[in-house]
């Protein structure tokens, strides 16, 4: 049998479900769109159908009976499903477009290498990176979500997943031999230092880093600046000096080997990298589902890095490399 066969009118099962939820004709007939006529008429055909009666009519209202009430929750669970997966379908489909805005070293540095798989799991959305090193008003409705990093909360998006940073020296496996036996503590010997004109006062400098650690040095000119953090990394990876990482920003060089880290010693960055969803976002199931994704990403890692944030060397008494 085939299932238009086997179950009643489908329009009269929505009217069902609208009256059992109101427990009204008339509302459930606003709801529709149709008249109150129009939905008592469908839920008589519904009972001469089932051979049953389905709701108990009052002067005023109406209540549904034990049977329907149970009839009228599992429709409304069934119909729950069909519309997230129609809407499912629809952001993924036309409209799952998408705006996130982030730094320009969080860009190129952590979301792209890892925006493919997201991708790959819905071709079809559309993504638009905003990357920009100037402070992101949400407020402007501009932008769905972003990457931010500073101390929350914040006044024009909700918070959903925060991530902790330690900073650490990092520098290219050639420059590691040129320092030799002094890898560890580089500071006792000759090296040159990589830094970023920064303006933004929670980016931290060398002169942060080693007074934090309390190591008095007077040598903290850097021998090359950038504007930019990215630039600083492919310095450093090119072998031109010493770059003070972001554990975050540069695990993917560690990880293929590009850049390594000296020592032990490293700072608990006081701020935190925070996934901020804008009040005024443009929501849609590929919003929530790539929401969640960053939540995930930012996530992968994060025990490691809390680890070494619970184990921040508050001295450079660090074991050589």
Known sequence: MSFKKSVPSLTSLVALDAASRHKSFTLAARE???TQTAVSRQIMALESYLGTQLFFRRHRSIEPTAECARLAAALNRHFAGIADSVAEYRAASTNGT???GVTTA???LWLLPRLVRFRNDYPNARIRVQSTDDRINLEAGEVDVAIRYGVAPFRDGDVVESRGDILFP??????????GSTAARFWEGRYELINEDMKEPTWYTWQDWFSELGIQNSVFAPALSFNHYTAVLYAARAGQGIALGWSLLVQTFLDDGTLVRLGDASISAAGKFHIVVARRARRNLVLDHFVSWLIQELRAGSDDAETDRNDHVTSPNADPL
């Open 170 to 179: 990092v520098c290219s496996p050639d420059y590691v031999q040129r320092l």
């Open 32 to 34: 529709l769109g149709v």
């Open 106 to 108: 969080l860009s190129q």
């Open 98 to 100: 998408i705006t996130i």
